[in-house]
């Protein structure tokens, strides 16, 4: 069970906007560390899309956007488009086991 | 531009020794956690784990008994070795690199290369 939760699946038409969310189960309670989304794209490595909890990398347009809120993150896509259907995965920190966790991904389908 | 290059062989038989290596171009391997992180077909990301030019690491537990990282500093690569495999061990294994600093947040990745544990 993973220490990072994620809906399997979220959906949306082009030009919406759709949330997914990371809850950190109650292994980490009492700290927090930073949590990151990657977007994986069909057939290709993942790609940092937010590092601690709201920055942007450089070249990832301004419709990602991340948040932090007590034990659960969220990933905001607005004005979707086609080209960003794919697996986002949170990622994250467990003290239990001093090791570096992923959610299980959600599949993002564009309508 | 720094670039990684996961190589190695795309079958290993159960019980074997599984062994890849990464090749870091455009950049120093010094400084960085350098990390292994794999995917079974269809499923999710695993953090297999890291090590440092200075020769500190971390292993995720599930593969602590098994899993064996090192450096070569001379090459510029890193590499993985995973004993006694089986089925449950194919997946694409990504190389990948943090943010300077840092244990996570990778923002390099190789383009993965597909193990399969097979007789």
Avoid at chain 2, 33 to 49: M, N, S, Y
Avoid at chain 2, 73 to 89: I, P
Wanted: net charge neutral; glycine share 10%.
């Amino acid at each position: 069970q993973s220490v990072l939760t994620q809906p399997p699946s979220v959906s949306g038409a082009p030009g919406q906007r759709v949330i997914i969310s990371c809850t950190e189960s109650s292994s980490n309670v009492g700290a927090t560390y930073d949590v990151h989304w990657y977007q994986q794209l069909p057939e290709r490595a993942p790609k940092l899309l937010i590092y601690s909890n709201r920055n942007r990398p450089s070249g990832v347009p301004d419709r990602f956007s991340g948040s932090r809120s007590g034990t659960s993150a969220s990933l905001t896509i607005t004005a979707l488009l086609p080209e960003d259907e794919g697996d986002y995965y949170c990622q994250s920190y467990d003290s239990s086991t001093e090791s570096r966790v992923f959610g299980g991904g959600t599949r993002l389908t564009v309508l | 531009q720094v670039y990684l290059q996961e190589s190695g062989p795309g079958v290993v038989k159960p019980s074997e020794t599984l062994s890849l290596s990464c090749t870091v171009s455009g950049d120093s391997i010094g400084t960085y956690f350098w990390t292994w992180i794999r995917q079974p077909p269809g499923k999710g990301l695993e953090w297999i784990g890291y090590m440092s030019q200075s020769g500190s690491y971390m292993y995720n537990p599930s593969f602590r008994s098994r899993l064996t990282l090192s450096m070569d500093r001379s090459n510029n690569q890193f590499s993985l070795r995973l004993k006694s495999v089986t089925a449950a061990d194919t997946a694409m294994y990504f190389c990948a690199r943090p943010q300077a600093g840092r244990a996570d947040a990778f923002d390099v990745w190789g383009q993965g290369t597909m193990v399969t544990v097979t007789s």
